[in-house]
């Protein structure tokens, strides 16, 4: 089988629960792969550098697809036998570029279609009521909505199941997951 038919996308716009689910999944014997933009947003504050979202939107996709693609080429090197759950895929960083109107590079798109996942991502809608800013998270409601807007469109044009997480509680969310995953057509 392969390999990439173990890599599981959790995605969605800010703070929708992403990071609680993934963590879930960890108690529970999983791996997980982090997401990258907030390290990537830590390191460039601390060097005082401009590949920020609110700065230089370009360096930082750029910086975006170079982690991801580097995250994913890691698991890729691994004997995987169960899941593994990303926070955002390859593909997060086009809808980013799309949503900041930037122009797409075709090695972006390349690097996207190149770099597989299973073929049902998980898609975390917005959440008002769990929904807060950060000095990292900064985008409004309405971003955040626009976000999963984008998001969902992105996975669905490469080829990808989009299934809409529900609102429920954080265990929930994890059963509903595995038993989409369970209920899989080869």
């Known amino acids: 089988m392969d390999q990439t038919h173990y890599f599981i996308v959790l ?20 791996s997980i792969v ?24 370009t360096r930082y ?3 975006m ?6 995250s994913y080429l890691m698991q890729v090197r691994q004997d995987h036998q169960n899941y593994i759950f990303f926070d955002r895929g390859i593909p997060d960083t086009l809808a980013y570029i799309a949503m900041e109107g930037l122009a797409i590079e075709e090695e ?20 008002a009521e769990i929904y807060a800013n950060d000095n990292e998270r900064k985008q409004t409601w309405r971003e955040a909505e626009n976000t999963f807007k984008i998001m969902k469109e ?10 809409e997480v529900p609102k429920t509680t954080v265990n ?14 080869y």
């Open 108 to 127: 972006l798109l390349h690097e996207a279609k190149g770099r597989h996942y299973h073929k049902k991502v998980f898609i975390l809608p917005p959440w």
């Open 172 to 185: 929930d969310r994890v059963q509903f997951i595995l038993k989409a995953l369970e209920q899989q057509n």
């Open 154 to 163: 992105t996975y669905t044009q490469l080829g990808y199941e989009t299934i």
């Open 65 to 70: 697809l170079a982690a991801s693609s580097a």
């Open 11 to 30: 995605t969605g716009g800010p703070g929708v629960g992403k990071t609680t689910l993934l963590n879930e999944l960890h108690k529970q014997g999983f």
């Open 61 to 63: 996709a750029k910086l």
């Open 34 to 57: 982090e997401e990258d933009a907030r390290r990537i947003i830590r390191e460039q504050l601390e060097a005082d550098a401009d590949g920020l979202p609110w700065k230089n939107k």
